[in-house]
């Protein structure tokens, strides 16, 4: 079964400094890979995706991940992190044996603190 | 495009009450999910759907959940009856294959 390892629960970052967020998955196969953001009360909102091709995906708001087959990583990226980016994040796999990538399994969320 | 839209916001009930949530997916969406979140849980995949028919109800924790999609533009989930351990945040979202969107979801307690 597929699964998602967001090793970082909690991450407070400075406005304007570079950002990473882990992501660690385990599948069988060439995995369909996500990132979300999600907002106090609302949705989650998708950033990018990894279905194959280029190994770096660019996403909105200015966010980047990287496929890294080796490591089973598909970590995000932001080079200059700015107030508004505070919200929760996870990491997600699809799964391809189920006829297509609609079922998707979600990690269990990196919430991101921006201080002034 | 309205983006998927799910009723209430918010829901408050008495422990043994019915409740409904109800979701309208967006048009053309031929996926549609729902969703169970919680601080210790995480998010949960319940029930998905594809052109209104249940493919994986596995997630469904127990009889007293039920979900329909009596046509495309609308689904439902039920508890019957509610538990306080029923409290947590569930959303809809729906898909027509490259990623999905979506509600802002409907926050159940269950006092």
């Known amino acids: 079964a597929q699964s998602v390892t967001q090793p970082d629960i909690h991450i407070t970052v400075s406005e304007g400094a570079s950002l990473e967020l882990r992501c660690n998955y385990s599948?069988?196969?060439?995995?369909?890979l996500f990132w979300y953001v999600q907002s106090p009360g609302q949705g989650l909102q998708l950033l990018l995706k990894y279905f194959s091709g280029d190994t770096l995906v660019q996403g909105i708001k200015g966010f980047e991940a990287e496929f890294k087959r080796s490591q089973s990583s598909f970590n995000l990226r932001k080079p200059s992190v700015h107030w508004s980016d505070a919200a929760e994040y996870f990491c997600?796999?699809?799964?391809?044996?189920?006829?297509?990538?609609?079922?998707?399994?979600f990690g269990i969320g990196t919430k991101l603190q921006v201080i002034p | 495009d309205a983006g998927v839209i799910q009723s209430p916001r918010h829901e408050v009930t008495e422990m043994g009450q019915e409740v409904t949530l109800r979701c309208k997916p967006i048009s053309g969406h031929d996926y549609l999910f729902w969703y169970r979140q919680t601080m210790m849980r995480g998010l949960e995949l319940l029930i998905y759907?594809?052109?209104?028919?249940?493919?994986?109800d596995s997630g469904m924790p127990e009889d007293r959940f039920s979900a329909k999609m009596p046509n495309a533009s609308f689904s439902t989930l039920k508890i019957q009856p509610s538990e306080p351990r029923d409290s947590a945040v569930y959303f809809c979202?729906?898909?027509?294959?490259?990623?999905?969107?979506f509600g802002s979801g409907t926050r159940l307690t269950v006092v």
């Open positions: 997600a796999v699809g799964d391809m044996n189920s006829g297509g990538y609609q079922k998707v399994t």
């Open positions: 599948y069988g196969a060439t995995p369909y």
């Open positions: 759907f594809n052109n209104n028919v249940p493919i994986d």
């Open positions: 979202a729906s898909s027509r294959g490259s990623g999905y969107t």
